[in-house]
């Protein structure tokens, strides 16, 4: 292959600027230079659930280098019911007003010279609190005794979230339904039924880059350098929260040390814009370790769940009960909430299908965005009944998934019918990857071994919008803008590669500008895997206009129809005649430097769910599907578990650059081993107590299976750039409940909360005797 | 000033080119200039300070600090020398690694005033003009990174690993690189990286 050539669709080309990656190079948000600016510390609440009666200020705005404090009340006197975002409910302040909803909510914030000063300033800051019965769990939520928030403001910033209605006197703030058939009498009248009460607890992102925002205020216009994952969000709540048009905010970003979910929506930037324009003066709002734990987190979620097979082994019905813990605020909980319901009964054909999924309000950190966007929490669910429904009916796990699983034209519960989604491709290829046919050494004493397979689906957020504009430098090389940030993923390198395949030209030549409100264009959110989709048709389309441009021009230069000319990478040809696009452009304009520009839209569209009965024919633009297989051994004296192979593959559609989609399904399947053995929040009373990196255990390098198989599936989609889709949560919906099944495979113990601590391993060991 | 730059002929006689790098390095910068470029994440106010005289990367800096400033505060803001990360300050993530005469330390457990007198190299030290370190070639070659918020202190810990002769297999890589967290999970292009570049060493 030509080199240019590899640097298009389906080349592994180098990522962008790996040399300033491997020199320390890529500077983040928190290593830019900031200047003269006020540094921000943050004084946190002590209670769950409390009414703030006084904020005791003095001493602090007493110390040397102490610029000023700031309160709730003071950013509400300016600001209104303003004070109040969030992307699905306007339900959240920047500091705590009136009332604080859990331990570690900002109550205050210090402005002072250096970080250090403000710091200490904020431990001299005590609040009077009359303390309100607190919400600690799902189960005190639903009891309803309590609340955590009396009314309810729906924020109106998403398409998919539209229908919002504020709600008073419940803890549950969104409710998704969904009704096939009548799975309640199916499951009654059915030969086999399993039953689960399912568990995975909160978990948090911890990207090894801290959040950072610094806010000024220039020229009249808020302007903002930020981590986030969201800048065109982020730009319409600072308009909505300062009352400006969109023209007089700036959000501009860096390349990402990683999110997963965790720097997105309202996080530091509404804080950092209040305090900017009520101050005046430049301001640089960071979290440490410990602070950032407490910023945003993934959903805690309960299922009680059922499936049910007839006589003859078909699947006829699938009942979910499923609630997730959203914490104090909703943040984007209720799309979880609906997104995640109604994927519950999983990737089968069964005739009869009911979830009731719910978004419950608790006195704790708020849930929000957290890679899988709260399917890895129902997939936990399903595929350890499927898996536990097949060894009843004993059956091999793997034979009876593929004979149920959605094939290409099927409809889900749901109503959708599926696409491009090869359930069964990865299934067969995570199988043959961890020798699912071949004999098994089981062990007879200590260590046992067994095998687990698991299948995820998930939908893509929709409907969503992606622009593109694109700039074609005369000297054959271009500026592609668009508001789609790298965080890892790789978005920068293969969106050029798409541009550059269209226009034939070397995608190294493409530079990728940073999220600049100022300059890239309006995309809704860069998560949710759907930007190499989305942000990838637009940059299809934005290239496909600039190359019909370039033929326009040769054709009018070579005399002949646009019809004859192609476009090749050395230039324009239309028989004898020949151009370069350097030469092209240069006659054009008649000056050398100048710029061709061409913009383009993508936009997805979607059938909204009937409220009733959670269906539409298209819910989605397009799924999903991937499967993980895991060979393990458990050592039954201490209940650990090692992973001797574990194998992931992912549907990508086409693969745009199959080394990243490569380390996005081996980089999800490590992050599902911490959720499947030992990642998670611990709260006692609504305290955090293990929220720091020595207490909270992360996948380390010596937690890397023996043997890691990421596997590429490629099934096209129709309307996907090149055939391609997404691949950032593929790899991470199935790998839990693989390795339970494992586990289940190995010593017959079936677990059912996550993680699988080696305690609860050996306690169900010692009860299973 | 690095107007002195030391052979590079391979990774694991790194420690004997960092010691010959300290004793070549001439002359005093100091550091006003670099403070325009801080975050000031360190106290500028309160605490009396102290002269602090550090050998990074083969120049000498002297920089009035407060005694509790640690060395990676003093790295990232006094100096400028942000390639170091802060990805949790207290000694539990690897971010911050760099190295002191040679062996790998986490700069943010250890002050600055502390460390005095030693040689430091940091990220921003490895390459040599445009040449960059075989461990930083073999990090690219293997794609051993995402977001590359871990990188720069995984490269450092690699390069003291190779040259503590604990690079000698896959599962001793694993152990001893076992200090830097990387969330985007490249672990398996990090081992490769790391073994690859070993290997070259002892070619
Ligand atoms: S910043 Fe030093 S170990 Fe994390
Ligand atoms: S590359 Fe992102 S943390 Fe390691």
Redesign the interface.
């Known amino acids: 292959m030509r080199e240019i050539e590899q640097s298009w669709v389906g080349g592994s080309r180098?990522?962008f600027d790996?040399?300033?990656?491997?020199?320390?190079?890529?500077?983040?948000v928190?290593?830019?230079?900031?200047?003269a600016?006020a540094?921000v510390a943050v004084h946190r609440a002590t209670q769950p659930h409390a009414r703030i009666e006084a904020v005791h200020v003095d001493e602090a705005l007493a110390m040397?280098?102490v610029y000023g404090v700031v309160t709730g009340a003071d950013l509400y006197k300016q600001l209104g019911d303003r004070l109040l975002t969030g992307p699905a409910f306007a339900d959240q302040p920047a500091l705590a007003h009136e009332k604080v909803r859990y331990v570690g909510e900002p109550v205050a914030a210090v402005l002072?010279?250096?970080?250090?000063?403000a710091r200490?300033a904020t431990d001299a800051i005590w609040v009077d609190y009359e303390d309100l019965p607190p919400v600690y769990d799902l189960a005190d939520a639903l009891a309803g005794t309590a609340y955590v928030h009396d009314e309810l403001r729906p924020s109106s910033v998403f398409g998919d979230l539209k229908h919002l209605r504020g709600v008073r006197d419940t803890n549950v703030n969104y409710t998704y339904n969904l009704r096939t058939g009548d799975a309640e009498a199916a499951r009654d009248a059915g030969a086999h039924t399993v039953t689960g009460e399912f568990w995975a607890p909160p978990t948090h992102?911890?990207?090894?880059?801290?959040p950072c925002t610094i806010a000024w205020v220039d020229s009249g216009r808020l302007e903002m350098l930020t981590t986030t994952q969201t800048p065109s969000y982020v730009r319409q709540t600072i308009a909505d929260l300062l009352d400006l048009p969109l023209s007089r905010v700036r959000v501009t970003t860096r390349?990402?040390?990683?999110s997963?979910g965790a720097k997105m929506y309202d996080r530091l930037e509404p804080l950092a814009a209040a305090l900017a324009w009520t101050a005046g003066r430049r301001v640089?709002v960071?979290a440490?370790?410990e602070e950032a734990f407490l910023l945003t987190t993934r959903h805690g979620a309960a299922v009680s769940s059922s499936l049910t097979a007839d006589a003859e082994g078909n699947l006829v019905s699938s009942v979910a009960d499923v609630r997730y813990d959203t914490g104090a605020y909703a943040d984007v909980g209720p799309r979880i909430t609906a997104k995640s319901g109604m994927v519950a009964p999983g990737p089968y054909r069964i005739a009869n299908a009911r979830v009731l999924s719910r978004c419950v309000y608790t006195n704790k950190p708020s849930a929000g965005p957290f890679r899988g966007f709260g399917v890895p929490q129902v997939t936990w669910s399903h595929e350890s009944l499927i898996d536990e429904l097949a060894h009843e009916l004993g059956e091999d796990p793997y034979a009876f998934r593929r004979r149920h699983l959605l094939r290409e034209g099927d409809e889900a519960p749901m109503g959708t019918r599926m696409h491009s989604a090869d359930f069964v491709g990865c299934l067969d290829a995570v199988a043959n990857a961890i020798g699912w046919f071949d004999p098994l050494d089981r062990g007879t004493g200590r260590i046992r071994r067994g095998r687990g397979v698991a299948v995820g689906v998930k939908a893509v957020l929709t409907p969503t919008i992606a622009n593109a504009v694109l700039q074609l430098n005369q000297d054959n090389s271009a500026t592609l803008l668009i508001s789609t940030v790298d965080?890892?993923?790789?978005s920068d390198t293969i969106m050029a590669q798409i541009a550059a395949d269209v226009l034939r030209m070397d995608s190294r030549r493409i530079h990728v500008v940073r999220a600049d409100t100022d300059a890239t264009p309006y995309d809704t959110i860069t998560a949710g895997s759907r930007s190499t989709y989305h942000t990838g048709n637009a940059v299809r389309r934005v290239a496909e206009a600039m190359r019909d441009k370039l033929i326009g021009l040769a054709a009018e230069r070579f005399g002949v129809p646009a019809e004859e000319v192609s476009l090749t990478p050395d230039g324009p040809r239309a028989g004898s005649h020949e151009v370069t696009v350097a030469e092209l452009v240069h006659g054009h304009f008649g000056a050398r430097g100048a710029t061709l520009t061409t913009e383009a839209n993508y936009t997805s569209s979607w059938t909204p769910y009937d409220k009733e009965t959670g269906r539409s024919d298209k819910v989605t633009e397009h799924w999903f599907a991937g499967a993980v297989g895991a060979r393990i051994a458990v050592d039954t004296a201490t209940g650990r578990v090692r992973i001797e192979h574990l194998a992931v593959a992912g549907d990508v559609g086409r693969a745009i650059n199959p080394?990243?989609v490569e380390?996005q399904l081996?980089?999800?399947?490590?992050?599902g081993i911490g959720h499947a053995l030992f990642d998670q929040l611990v709260l006692d009373q609504g305290q955090l107590i293990n929220g720091?990196?020595?207490d909270y255990q992360?996948?380390?390098?010596?937690d890397?299976p023996d043997q890691?198989t990421p596997i590429v599936v490629e099934s096209p989609h129709d309307d996907g750039p090149f055939g391609a889709k997404g691949v950032g949560e593929t790899g991470i919906l199935g790998v839990a409940p693989a390795i339970a099944n494992a586990v289940r495979d190995a010593v017959g113990v079936r677990l059912t909360r996550l993680p699988l601590t080696p305690e609860s391993i050996t306690m169900a060991l010692e009860e299973n005797q | 000033m690095t107007d002195e730059p030391a052979p590079e002929s391979s990774a694991h006689t790194r420690r004997t080119v960092l010691k010959s790098t300290a004793a070549a390095a001439a002359g005093t910068v100091v550091a006003s200039h670099h403070t325009s470029v801080a975050s000031a994440e360190t106290a500028h106010t309160g605490g009396a300070r102290t002269r602090v005289t550090l050998s990074v990367n083969g120049e000498r800096h002297r920089i009035a600090i407060e005694p509790r400033v640690t060395l990676l505060d003093a790295l990232r803001d006094r100096l400028g020398l942000t390639g170091t990360k802060k990805g949790c300050d207290r000694g539990e993530c690897g971010a911050c690694t760099v190295l002191a005469d040679g062996e790998r330390i986490k700069s943010c457990l250890t002050l600055a005033v502390m460390r005095q007198g030693a040689e430091i190299t940091t990220v921003e030290g490895l390459t040599r003009g445009d040449d960059l370190h075989p461990v930083q070639e073999a990090f690219i070659r293997h794609d051993a990174f995402q977001c590359g918020a871990c990188t720069p202190g995984q490269i450092m810990s690699a390069v003291a690993c190779i040259d503590e002769g604990h690079a000698g297999s896959e599962a001793e890589i694993r152990e001893w690189m076992s200090g830097n967290l990387c969330r985007c999970a490249a672990y398996q292009n990090i081992v490769a990286a790391v073994a690859d570049a070993a290997e070259e060493g002892r070619r």
């Open positions: 180098p990522r790996t040399a300033g990656r491997v020199r320390g190079m890529i500077a983040h928190g290593d830019q230079a900031v200047g600016a540094h040397p280098g002072a010279a250096d970080l250090a000063t200490a992102h911890v990207p090894i880059e801290l390349p990402l040390g990683g997963f640089r960071t440490t370790r965080m890892g993923q790789g080394t990243l380390q081996s980089g999800a399947a490590i992050m720091t990196l020595l992360l996948p380390s390098i010596r890397l890691l």
